[in-house]
């Protein structure tokens, strides 16, 4: 395991179509980070999980979000009825512990086109 | 969202030079962390500050936590070409907060 990977890395969909995206984290984290990155802006905070459940909700992350970890493994984030708006890039992270000790792995992210 | 604001928002410097930017924010931070992000790819963590006036090093880079809490400073000397890309700054307010802010970002280019 060399890295946080996230498949796929990259979609077009058309306005109004669902889409999900998968993150597998480094296997010994614990914590797992969804972050959202405009283009020419830094990554926005979206959602974290340790292990299984699901701590921290962004109020970036609408009701057409949803993001799942339910084996504490790997991650899927859900968009439905997609907007153009949501064209961005999704970011997933990963830690050991807390971020006040501990780094935060990012994977090279899913890029999101809606047309 | 919040994005804490850093300076400048570009540089276009030649191989060799030193490079200095800035990263400020209004509200207090207990840990500072700056990342390198190259096209296409996710951030790449360079330096990690955790203490007031700290001041850290990672080969050619120094970062230095400020002692107001509300801002960081990065230095690159002797730049190379494999330094270009956008560096943002990140900032975490509270133990037991897992939320990063990250700055607008520095884009750096490397004039040949």
């Known amino acids: 395991d060399t890295g946080v990977s996230q498949d796929p890395r990259h979609k077009i969909t058309k306005r109004g179509q669902n889409v999900t995206f998968r993150c597998d984290p480094i296997s010994e984290h614990n914590r797992l980070y969804w972050y959202r990155q405009t283009l020419g802006q830094g990554p926005e905070f979206l959602t974290y999980?340790?292990?299984?459940?699901?701590?921290?909700k962004s109020r970036l992350l609408s009701d057409r979000f949803s993001a799942e970890r339910p084996k504490g493994s790997f991650s899927t984030l859900e968009i439905q009825r997609t907007e153009q708006g949501d064209s961005a890039m999704y970011l997933c992270?990963?830690?050991?512990?807390?971020?006040?000790?501990?780094?935060?792995?990012f994977g090279e992210g899913s890029r999101l086109t809606v047309l | 969202g919040q994005q804490l604001n850093q300076s400048p928002q570009s540089m276009f410097i030649q191989e060799g030079e030193d490079v200095s930017m800035n990263c400020t924010s209004s509200s207090i931070f207990n840990t500072w962390l700056w990342y390198k992000q190259d096209p296409g790819e996710g951030p790449v963590l360079l330096i990690a500050?955790?203490?007031?006036?700290e001041l850290t090093s990672n080969g050619r880079l120094t970062a230095q936590f400020g002692i107001t809490r509300k801002d960081s400073f990065l230095n690159i000397s002797a730049s190379i070409p494999s330094d270009v890309g956008i560096y943002f700054c990140a900032g975490l307010n509270n133990f037991g907060n897992e939320k990063l802010t990250f700055g607008t970002g520095t884009r750096l280019t490397i004039i040949p």
């Open positions: 992270a990963s830690s050991w512990g807390s971020l006040n000790t501990g780094e935060l792995f």
């Open positions: 500050l955790y203490k007031a006036g």
């Open positions: 999980f340790q292990n299984e459940a699901q701590l921290e």
